[in-house]
T-cell receptor, first 113, second 110 residues
Framework: DSGVTQTPKHLITATGQRVTLRCSPRSGDLSVYWYQQSLDQGLQFLIQYYNGEERAKGNILERFSAQQFPDLHSELNLSSLELGDSALYFC????????????FGAGTRLSVL | AQRVTQPEKLLSVFKGAPVELKCNYS??????LFWYVQYSRQRLQLLLRHISRESIKGFTADLNKGETSFHLKKPFAQEEDSAMYYCALFSYNAGNMLTFGGGTRLMVKP
């Protein structure tokens, strides 16, 4: 077990709604990364936080936002959901800012109906 | 911008046959490349990195800067190698991020 915990495992919602995905990193890891995995796009990097601050940004839509709290857990907020947002959302963590070796969570499967 | 390409979505081989999972990259700096693997119902995990030049579970991968490739190879495939394999490139240019390829599903038939 890698120690990265993601909740919920599955989420079903409707278009236009807002959801929050939660991630707890491995003990001692300060960086959290969010990825979106969809069938046609593969694994896409969204955003990285390190010790509470945004560190790097990838292909994250403006409707999406994230934050990392003082206890180092992170939340990914997805709003005004569209059908195309249906995907697996992975969280990963690493000790430092360099994310060469990342430890992944089991993912949250989001279905937008 | 960096890019990682895995041309095969699915690779099917028989047990005992050699395996080569292809990965090509484009990157302007000095690349750091990795292979991650996701076995059925398990999490994505690191398999190997080019810097360490080691063999993990019989797999090796050599960085070929001339061909901008980092193919994953195993001389004799086993059924337990069946999984999804992702090639990834680490870069500082756009922040500390891993850029993943689209993945290749390896199926090893008995």
């Amino acid at each position: 077990d890698s120690g990265v915990t993601q909740t919920p495992k599955h989420l079903i919602t409707a278009t236009g709604q807002r959801v929050t995905l939660r991630c707890s990193p491995r003990s001692g890891d300060l960086s959290v990364y969010w990825y979106q995995q969809s069938l046609d796009q593969g694994l896409q990097f969204l955003i990285q936080y390190y010790n509470g601050e945004e560190r790097a940004k990838g292909n994250i839509l403006e409707r999406f936002s994230a934050q990392q709290f003082p206890d180092l857990h992170s939340e990914l907020n997805l709003s005004s959901l569209e059908l195309g947002d249906s995907a697996l959302y992975f969280c990963a963590s690493s000790m430092g800012t360099g994310g060469r070796i990342q430890y992944f969570g089991a993912g949250t499967r989001l279905s937008v109906l | 911008a960096q890019r990682v390409t895995q041309p095969e979505k699915l690779l099917s081989v028989f047990k005992g046959a050699p395996v080569e999972l292809k990965c090509n990259y484009s990157y302007s700096g000095s690349p750091e490349l990795f292979w991650y693997v996701q076995y059925s119902r398990q999490r994505l995990q690191l398999l190997l990195r080019h810097i360490s030049r080691e063999s993990i579970k019989g797999f090796t991968a050599d960085l070929n800067k001339g061909e901008t490739s980092f193919h994953l190879k195993k001389p004799f495939a086993q059924e337990e190698d069946s999984a999804m394999y992702y090639c990834a490139l680490f870069s500082y240019n756009a922040g500390n991020m891993l850029t993943f390829g689209g993945g290749t599903r390896l199926m090893v038939k008995p």
